[in-house]
């Protein structure tokens, strides 16, 4: 078969048919990746891949993250877990990018969906780049060379991740292994030199050189603009998609309305580079 993308909104996204992700062939991991970079987010449907499969299929897009507090996959510990029975999901159900709190964001998320809801339990992607091209030249120019503090305690606050022993020693640990770091508020994409917004109240707690009130107003203002519905699109999910999304230029949203159901998902955390400014 033909690899066929179909885009899903002018901003970002494509369902993409005629590849079995499972047999990725190295031309076929190319054409994966051009139109990574081309629409930022990828959906596969009907994919079946083993917790093996998915940490080999993104092992081919670079070295994998292990997270230092999700549930992981027994003997695949590339592979995070995030289930409604063994997790305390909230911190997803906000605007965010994954595993900003380290020195090299991740270049992109594999999500592969085991169990879903009969209804609700989306996930929306907005697009960093598309936020940005929207603003007025004169607030570009202002928050071009910009830099803000990211922050692993923003989305794991001891209130939902310390209910027993195990879970503070763990999570102390995880502070203690990822004290806050900084990146542009503004990163230029290494690969197509896009610039994209690079903060979302997932894990930036304030932009750096400015006075409280004003990184507040300035954060305020780029959180509720990148996410406006027109740089947005949303996936209704089926049991065995595959959604790749480029981290580096977009955030995600998981909604967190089908309770009391269940939703099981496997992550594969692909590390990036270190995020570099707008020149």
Known sequence: MTI???PLTPALGAKVEGIDLARLTAENQLDVYSLLLQYQVLFFRGQ???PADQASLAGRFGD???HPIYPKVEHQPEILILDTALNDLRDNALWHTDVTFIETPPLGSILNAIQVPEYGGDTLWASSSAAYEALSPPI???IDGLYAEHDIQLSFPDERFSSTA????QLAKARQDHPPVVHPVVRAHPDTGKKGLFVTPGFTRRILGVSAMESRALLDLLFTHSTRPEYCVRWHWQASDVVFWDNRITQH???DDYHPQRRIMHRAT?????????K
């Not at 195990?166 to 020693?169: M, S, T």
């Not at 692909?270 to 707008?278: A, E, R």
């Open 4 to 6: 066929n993308a179909t």
């Open 48 to 50: 079946h891949l083993t």
């Open 64 to 66: 994998l993250h292990i």
């Open 140 to 142: 570009q120019q202002l």
């Open 166 to 169: 195990k879970a503070q020693q």
């Open 253 to 255: 949203y998981a909604c």
């Open 270 to 278: 692909i590390l990036g580079d270190k995020p570099k400014g707008p």
